[in-house]
């Protein structure tokens, strides 16, 4: 099994862990999840295109936080900045979920022994023997 020691960013993962276990019937471990290497990688998957859909979203929703007024009059003003500070709590909430799944999504890249140090020599060594031609 494999165990990882990151820290969270999201105090409400601190001390939930992912395991790595073919043998499901093994005692699991305390404060974490213990799954298949197959189902945490299929898992991964998923959180990793969540985590594009909520970038996404971000991007899309930059001028709901963005808007200008149409007047200087104070009714203009105070609308539009009732409107911007609304768009700026759902652009907060968009940030939230996305520290979530960075903090899910490294905790089992962990598991898994998946590194950014491990995929950035891959790519290098893969252009150096096909000249990053495919």
Not at 66 to 91: E, F, H, M, W
Request: aromatic content about 6%; overall charge negative; hydrophobic content about 40%.
């Amino acid at each position: 099994m494999a165990e990882q020691n990151t820290v969270a960013t999201d105090f409400s993962l601190a001390g939930v862990n992912f395991f790595v276990a073919d043998d499901l019937n093994a005692a699991g471990s305390a404060g974490g999840f213990t799954l298949s290497r197959e189902d945490m990688t299929a898992e991964l998957e998923n959180l990793r295109l969540l985590r594009d859909r909520v970038r996404e979203q971000r991007r899309a929703a930059a001028p709901m936080w963005s808007i200008v007024s149409p007047g200087q009059d104070p009714a203009s003003l105070r609308n539009t900045k009732a409107s911007n500070n609304s768009g700026n709590c759902y652009g907060d909430y968009l940030d939230r979920q996305g520290r979530f799944l960075d903090t899910i999504i490294g905790k089992m890249q962990t598991a898994l022994g998946i590194t950014v140090q491990h995929d950035e020599q891959a790519a290098v060594d893969v252009g150096k023997v096909g000249g990053g031609h495919f």
